[in-house]
């Protein structure tokens, strides 16, 4: 199983990115995204199930992410909009292949993770 995360790069606030994260081995049930910014925690930022009817996204996202997913791909997509200088990070794709009550939104609910990508939000 690998996940490969790309789309990372350097933006001025109030511009946007696309982040993919490709999938290889198997198809999950949950995929989601983590961001560390620089001196913090890794945190959640958005999750979708694998039909993608369902979506969480963290409140500090909320309205300007949009994660979605292509299961002919096996790719999980991080559409970020409205970019701010609190958004730079290293983002993480995961993935999980449970079966849960609620879309995960924490760490130790993923069982896999990609290599991470930079986003970098000038001001």
């Known amino acids: 199983v690998q996940l490969v995360a790309s789309g990372g790069g350097l933006v001025q606030a109030g511009g946007s990115l696309r982040l993919s994260c490709a999938a290889s081995?198997?198809?999950?049930?949950?995929m989601g995204w983590f961001r560390r910014a620089p001196g913090k925690e890794r945190e959640f930022a958005a999750a979708i199930t694998w039909s993608g009817a369902t979506t969480r996204y963290a409140d500090s996202v909320k309205g300007r992410f949009t994660i979605s997913r292509d299961n002919a791909k096996n790719t999980v997509y991080l559409q970020m909009n409205s970019l701010k200088p609190e958004d730079t990070a290293v983002y993480y794709c995961?993935?999980?292949?449970?079966?849960?009550?609620?879309?995960?939104?924490?760490?130790?609910?993923?069982?896999?993770w990609g290599q991470g990508t930079q986003v970098t939000v000038s001001s």
């Open positions: 081995g198997r198809s999950f049930s949950y």
């Open positions: 995961a993935a999980d292949k449970g079966y849960r009550v609620a879309v995960p939104t924490t760490i130790t609910e993923y069982a896999y």
